[in-house]
């Protein structure tokens, strides 16, 4: 029980803070900016004509795929946290998300190989985009666990 001015009682049970509601403007500019990069990542992968073959350096194609899917899963799951009311929700929006993008991978280099003439399939391609989404993920655990250690409001429902 805490005393009637709500500092915390004898039992040293800890006073909770109220969380300041997330600010409209940040989480709008979140949604837009996973839409970007949603809608980039769809603009690389489904482009008749794959990317000029002149690289900036080995392997930068696979750097390419996995930047393409992790920024729009760390966005995706920012902007999302901003709005549930829980930390269980949240889970299970970042379980489908992870399904939804896993597939996709999958499904997107299947799809360059059948059904384009200009481009391939290529499975490094999709171990790139997996390795993207997993990142992406990890991503948006580090940020979240970052600002609550520096001590900046997460709001509860957000809180993993």
Do not use: N
Request: net charge neutral; charged share 20%; glycine share 8%.
């Amino acid at each position: 029980m805490s005393q009637i001015d709500g500092s915390p009682d004898v039992a040293g049970l800890e006073h909770l803070e109220p969380v300041e509601e997330p600010s409209f403007a940040v989480t709008t500019a979140l949604w837009v900016a996973a839409g970007l990069a949603v809608a980039l990542q769809l603009f690389e992968i489904y482009r008749p004509i794959g990317p000029p073959q002149a690289k900036l350096f080995p392997s930068a194609d696979k750097v390419g795929h996995l930047l393409g899917f992790a920024a729009p899963i760390t966005l995706l799951l920012l902007a999302r946290a901003r709005q549930l009311r829980d930390a269980d929700r949240l889970r299970r929006f970042a379980a489908v998300l992870m399904a939804v993008f896993g597939a996709h991978a999958v499904v997107s280099e299947v799809i360059q190989a059948q059904l384009y003439t200009h481009r391939t399939g290529d499975p490094m391609d999709a171990v790139a985009d997996l390795t993207g989404t997993v990142l992406g993920w990890a991503g948006f655990l580090v940020f979240q666990r970052r600002q609550q250690r520096l001590g900046h409001p997460v709001p509860a429902r957000a809180r993993p």
